[in-house]
């Protein structure tokens, strides 16, 4: 089973800041099944990036991802109010694939 | 208008048996895995399972094999998520989604979630 670890658990940011946020596999990944999701309280995930660097649709430029093989990042460039959630990334290069556990973006 | 509807929230006392649903509409259903999600109270999420309509082949994350059981009619677009005997630690949100082919698996659309409560 391929673990994800994401750092860090909480960031605590102002609106307008650059967020950077890390996701690590324990293996290798192959082609880009690496996607990352936003979730606020009392709603479903919402799917933001898709194959590592690729933005769904409806997704405002803000939110950008990177990476490759082992460690891949989602970036905020510049953090609006409703962007304070957590942060999910997912990998499904094996079925049925796995959660990170995690990085909840909070105000400072 | 793609849609996964779940249904409405369940409690249950442990040891007794539950089967929570997410209808899929506006899409091909048997040509899009559906997996489903487990999200703890205060925790993060747990992809449990997946199953493909077309053929019904199921997949199970190694933590919920023989824990839970993935089915699926394809006559009413359904899929299916069911426990024999419920424990208290089943208590949970349940979300199905949809794995998308052109987005590398990644999940389109999900349900809103299904509020598990096994308690006594």
């Known amino acids: 089973e391929i673990v994800l670890t994401q750092s860090p658990a909480t960031l605590s940011l102002s609106p307008g800041e650059r967020v950077t946020l890390s996701c690590r596999a324990s293996?290798?990944?192959?082609?880009?099944?690496l996607a990352w999701y936003q979730q606020k309280p009392g709603q479903a995930p919402r799917l933001l990036i898709y194959?590592?660097?690729s933005g769904a649709t409806g997704i405002p430029d803000r939110f950008s991802g990177s990476g490759s093989e082992t460690d891949f990042t989602l970036t905020i460039s510049s953090l609006e109010p409703e962007d304070f959630a957590v942060y999910y990334c997912?990998?499904?290069?094996?079925?049925?694939?796995?959660f990170g556990q995690g990085t909840k973006v909070e105000i400072k | 208008e793609v849609q996964l509807v779940q249904s409405e929230a369940e409690v249950r006392e442990p040891g007794e048996s539950l089967k929570i649903s997410c209808k899929g509409s506006?899409?091909?259903?048997?040509?899009?895995?559906i997996g489903w999600v487990r999200q703890m109270p205060g925790k993060g999420l747990e992809w449990m399972g997946v199953?493909?309509?077309?053929?019904?082949?199921?997949r199970y994350n190694p933590s919920f094999q023989g824990q839970v059981t993935i089915s699926v009619d394809r006559s009413i677009n359904t899929a299916f998520l069911q426990w024999i005997s419920l424990k208290a630690s089943d208590t949970a949100m349940y979300f199905c989604?949809?794995?998308?082919?052109?987005?590398?698996?990644?999940?389109?659309?999900w349900g809103r979630g299904t509020l598990v409560t096994v308690s006594s």
């Open positions: 506006g899409y091909n259903f048997a040509t899009y895995w």
């Open positions: 997912q990998q499904t290069a094996t079925s049925p694939g796995t």
């Open positions: 194959g590592a660097s």
């Open positions: 989604a949809r794995q998308s082919p052109a987005y590398y698996k990644a999940s389109d659309y």
């Open positions: 199953i493909y309509p077309g053929d019904s082949d199921t």
């Open positions: 293996q290798r990944l192959s082609g880009s099944y």
